[in-house]
Structure formats: C-alpha cells, structure tokens
C-alpha cells in the first residue's frame, strides 16, 4: 500500500490555491496544514481542503506531526526568511514558488542553504511543464542546435494580490524577475547554457498610471524587451506586453537552428476567453524544416481537468508529479534546482539593472 505524503502550504492566495487544486488530483497525498493570514484566502483554502488544519504561523505549521514536505507560495519577498526558518526549525523537502528571491544580497543566503540543507528543494517553474512548452523542447533537436531563442508573452496586467503587494518593485523585485523569471529559465533549460550579457528596454506606459495605495502609485513595468546573450554562442530575447489580452495566444516560443524552426503557441487561462469567440484555442506546436520546406503544425490538447485546476495549461499538475516522485523516492532530484531558482532570478534582476542604466550587464565566468 503506497503511504500518504502529507503537505503544508503557506500561502493560499490565488496561486496557492491552484496548488490546492492539483495536489487533491494526485493519489496519496493530504494537504495537513495550512497557513494563510490573510481571513478571505483562508476561508477559500479551506474550502478546497477542508481537512487541513489552519494555522497561524509558520511555527505553528511546523509544529504539525505528519508534514513530509513544505509548500510555499507567500509573496516573493517572504520567501528566503520563510526558507531560513524552515532550515532552523524543522528541515523538510519544499517546492517553492518563483522567483525564489527577490533581493541581491539574499543570494549568498540561498547560496549557503544549497549547500547545507538537508532535503531536496524544488523551484516551481510551471512554464517548463505546459505541454505544448514541454512538447517544443522534446522536438528542439530537431533544429540541428538552437541558435535562436525568442519568447513573446502578450497577455493581462497583473491581477490583484492580497494588500497589493505586487504593485511594488521592492517586494517584487521588479517585472523581470516577478513575471519573467519563468522565461529566463527556460532559455537555460532550452538552449543547455549560462549567460554572459544581458541588455533591457521597457517602462510602464498604460497599465496602474492610476492607482494609488497610500499615497503611492505603482513602478512595476508593464512592457519590456530582454536580449541574453550566452557562452555557447546563441541568443534569446524577450518580448512582454502586459496590455495585449486581446491576443489569441498569451506565449508564443521559437527556437531555431541551422536545420528547421519550431514554435509553441500557447493560450491564456481559459477563464478569460470571451465565450462569444467560442472555444477558447488550442495549444499547438509547428516545427518548420528547411529542406523540405513546410510547417507541420499539431495540436497539444491540454486535459480539460488539468486546464479546471488552474490558469497554467495543466503544468502546475506536472510539476507536482515530479515533486511527489522525489518525495516518494522515485525521482532522484528535482528537475528545477535551488540553483536554477538562482539563475533566473539573477537574470532578472540583470535585466532590471540593464533597463535603469542604460548599460549593458555582464556575468563573469
């Protein structure tokens, strides 16, 4: 008889709760305790786990006899002090939410933990996981070697977050590491490299010009470019837009190489598609060789129950059956590490610097 995994989650706001979601989808496991602050965000976490106990502080959560791994999904500037604790306290596998920092000079804290800490510690990185994403890199061969990377996000301004914590680069750390940390770790997934040089342009020019909280109005970007340069020669660039929800497809990836091209188109959330444009788009793949020339496009279908647990095409599923193998013994380390959680936030935080200098980052060897 397999044995349950019992987990804790801190943090239940709406991401949180697509973890709710997807763990009750996977055989075996129990979500054991929660810990939410926030009244309304625990109130919908426990709903969707209505065994979990509710806790008050991440002591508390510790403090709770049959947790086997850690969750976190707070804000991302809680992250490394919540990590840390854990550490001190009670040391347990974690898988937890991008970007894993948001503050440069926590880097050496990180870097401290990946050596010391006892059990495995999985980044999530959903991106990596959406089938037609995973489907690109399975075919990115077939290019001959990826030369060429360009990944364009056109979608919807932040939403709203619990006390409009990501209106604000100094708990974000900036639209580049908040919302596309996701991207930079694809292109080192994809392109099997480290960079060496990154350079950025964007600004804030439609989306929050008139909020106001306290006094404040939002600096987070809202459109950008990115260029990465890396050591085995090849380029990646990306293209946001967080004012283009009209667009059919929220990601579109291409990688080329010297022998053919490949694309990823990959939908929005379901739950944003306009019901009079009918069903909303499929996720699809084309891979277009040189010689024969023509595109071979095939559609990715996405399991309608996977695509009901959450706004991720299914990835955040994916990403818990890998988590769930290491923590049964059957996958020997996470697929996404502490220091691949390192490097896209290092990225990140080299593109904010690039667009505020004007100048170029670079990244000894």
């Not at 109005?217 to 470019?225: C, V």
């Not at 095939?298 to 890998?322: C, E, M, R, W």
Request: charged fraction near 20%.
């Amino acid at each position: 008889m397999t044995r349950t995994i019992h987990y804790g989650l801190i943090g239940c706001g709406m991401m949180g709760q697509e973890h709710l979601h997807n763990i009750a989808l996977l055989d075996d496991t129990r979500v054991s305790a929660i810990f939410e602050p926030d009244a309304e965000m625990a109130k919908a976490a426990q709903a969707i786990a209505p065994d979990a106990v509710m806790v008050s502080s991440v002591e508390e959560l510790l403090a709770v006899d049959d947790l086997d791994c850690v969750v976190i999904v707070s804000p991302n500037h809680l992250h490394v002090d919540q990590i840390e604790e854990i550490a001190r306290t009670r040391p347990l596998p974690l898988l937890v939410e991008k970007p894993l920092f948001t503050d440069p000079v926590d880097a050496s804290r990180l870097e401290a933990l990946q050596r010391d800490y006892p059990h495995p510690i999985w980044v999530a990185m959903e991106y990596r996981y959406m089938p037609p994403i995973a489907a690109l890199i399975a075919e990115a061969e077939v290019t001959g070697g990826v030369k060429m990377l360009s990944i364009r996000e056109h979608r919807f301004p932040f939403l709203e977050k619990v006390g409009n914590w990501n209106r604000f680069n100094r708990n974000t750390g900036g639209t580049f590491v908040e919302k596309c940390c996701h991207f930079f770790d694809l292109m080192r997934l994809i392109l099997q490299s480290d960079p060496v040089r990154v350079t950025a342009s964007g600004g804030q020019a439609v989306n929050h010009l008139d909020e106001d909280y306290g006094g404040e109005t939002p600096d987070i970007l809202d459109h950008g470019y990115v260029i990465v340069d890396f050591a085995s020669g090849a380029r990646a660039m990306l293209e946001l837009c967080m004012f283009a929800e009209g667009s059919r497809y929220q990601e579109e990836i291409s990688v080329v190489g010297p022998d053919a091209k490949i694309e990823a188109l990959v939908p929005g959330p379901e739950r944003f598609w306009p019901e009079h444009l009918g069903a909303p788009p499929v996720p699809q793949i084309i891979v277009s060789p040189r010689d024969p020339k023509g595109p071979i496009a095939k559609d990715i279908p996405v399991d309608p129950l996977l695509l009901a647990a959450g706004d991720h095409n299914g990835s955040t599923f994916y990403q818990h059956q890998g988590f769930l193998a290491v923590l049964r013994g059957e996958q020997a380390q996470p697929d996404v590490t502490l220091n691949d959680g390192l490097w896209a936030v290092r990225i990140g935080l080299a593109a904010q610097q690039a667009l505020e200098t004007g100048e170029a980052v670079r990244f000894s060897s």
